[in-house]
């Protein structure tokens, strides 16, 4: 059918010249006066006209197409077909802006590099968690088959018994909050998972998280501090907020050295609840507090084998869910101080 195209083109443009040149002439003819004669001998030199005027149209419309239409056409479907095939780094080039058409061939063109720009971040994210993930989960698994592999010896002492199995433990639950934090990871970049908004004490709230590290700042000896106004109320998903305290107050005590100071702080201001966590841990430079809050980045690898890298970015996605904000202050040797700024609707009550 497409090599009939130019054919058909034709067909439709010497109708619509013949049309309107017969038209013309009865029009014209209706108010002059010629012979049968003079009619039967220009009869064929206005049909020659009229073929000639419609292959003049028929290329200039074949080239106008050519050159407005089929090139730029062309161009977008190579680009698309590299692309579908899986070269994100693809890009079309645009074309000069010599008339008003390529405007709007440049403006498709635009949209196509930007898709394949954000697909190429895509994919690299992609190989990057896929790498990762592998790397977290080969730990633990290869810790807990050596430590496996020990206990079936029959020369160990109880002692060595109950430390290989604790220490299977441990990997156990590091290899199970992986997985839980990839799925809620997944669910909330999927939009998955909803906020349900409800009316709730945030003071009481962070008391509660707090108490349940207890056993860990006992054991490592950490002084807690707070400064929690009473009873600051607000319209937020308890839950998803549980899950941003849980989270930092989790890395301050990790990044904190036995004798060290944590302290959580709430606060209300112009109606706004701002939330608190500081440590006097190790502290991170400026480049280390650029991406902490992307998968599986640790600043610090020390303490790589307690964590995975989803808890911030959890949180980063929770408090972008739920428009909030959160800021980081670090400086190295001195510990970092995070701080959670929820949106309008934060009230104390007396």
């Known amino acids: 059918m497409k090599k009939f195209g130019g054919f058909y083109k034709f067909i439709i443009f010497f109708l619509l010249i013949a049309f309107v040149v017969s038209c013309s002439f009865f029009l014209f003819l209706h108010f002059m006066e010629f012979s049968a004669e003079e009619l039967k001998t220009a009869a064929p030199l206005t049909f020659g006209n009229v ?31 590299k692309i579908t095939n899986g070269d994100f780094q693809t890009r079309i080039e645009p074309f000069p802006t010599i008339s008003g058409m390529a405007e709007e061939y440049n403006e498709i063109i635009a949209y196509i590099n930007q ?19 592998s790397h977290e989960m080969k730990t633990p698994l290869a810790v807990m088959r050596n430590y496996a592999a020990l206990l079936q010896s ?60 207890e056993s860990e700042w006992e054991r490592k000896n950490i002084n807690i501090e707070t400064d929690i106004d009473e009873d600051i109320r607000i319209h937020a998903d308890a839950e998803l907020l549980s899950l941003v305290w849980h989270n930092l107050i989790s890395n301050a005590l990790k990044f904190t ?17 701002i939330v608190s966590v500081k440590d006097t841990g190790c502290g991170m430079d400026s480049s ?63």
């Open 51 to 81: 073929l000639f005027i419609t292959l003049i149209f028929w290329i200039l419309d074949t080239l106008r197409r050519k050159f407005y239409t089929d090139r730029p056409v062309r161009r977008i479907i190579h680009g698309l077909e």
């Open 257 to 273: 050295e036995d004798g060290g100071t944590v302290t959580l702080t709430l606060h209300e201001e112009q109606n706004r609840a």
């Open 288 to 350: 280390t507090g650029k991406h902490i809050f992307e998968k599986f980045y640790q600043g610090d690898t020390s303490h790589a084998a307690k964590g995975n890298g989803l808890g911030l970015a959890l949180v980063k996605r929770i408090i972008d869910i739920l428009n909030a904000e959160i800021s980081v202050e670090s400086e190295i040797g001195k510990g970092s101080t995070f701080t959670v700024i929820l949106p309008e609707g934060a009230e104390q009550h007396e």
């Open 115 to 133: 898709m394949a720009q954000e697909l190429s971040g895509v994919e690299t994210l992609r190989t990057d968690f896929v790498s990762n993930v």
């Open 154 to 213: 029959e020369d160990i002492t109880d002692e060595e018994r109950k430390e290989y199995a604790a220490a299977i433990d441990d990997s156990a639950a590091r290899l199970s909050s992986l997985v839980v934090n990839i799925l809620k990871l997944n669910k909330l970049e999927n939009q998955q998972i909803y906020p349900e908004m409800k009316d709730y004490s945030l003071s009481e709230q962070l008391c509660e998280c707090l108490l349940e590290f």
